[in-house]
């Protein structure tokens, strides 16, 4: 965690978001995020893991839309640094290839609300759950 904090203070994002002040991990269920503008957010790790940005072989496809479920109860394990731009990671469904950048968290917080939506609506849409799938 202190490597992720020493790296946020050489961080200087892209100028579509501001620049990162404050990352914290409260494993097993949210980040949370401030920006220089004021900006806070927290993100539920149910949420960045159905929003990873890495390609994953736990995705359903339905007419070339691909779409994250059952993952209502995923937990977050640990965030690795990456370079001075973002962090990996892990998640106890074992999914750990998503590199999520300091803007691209800024992207999710922003737009959290609508996305989240969105996700429900497209789960709907093809009669899937948040819940994970019963066990038999």
Known sequence: MLAIQRAIRRIHTSVDSPRLTRFSLDAPKKV??????????????????????????????FGGE???FGRRHVGIMSAEPMGNYGVRIIFDDLHKTGIYSWDYFYYLGSNKFSLMRNYIKTLKKHGLSRDPAKRK
């Open 66 to 68: 691909k779409v994250i």
């Open 32 to 61: 949370d995020l401030e920006y220089v503008n004021g900006s806070k957010f927290s993100l539920s790790a149910e949420f960045l893991r159905i929003q990873s940005p890495a390609a994953d072989g736990k995705i359903r496809s």
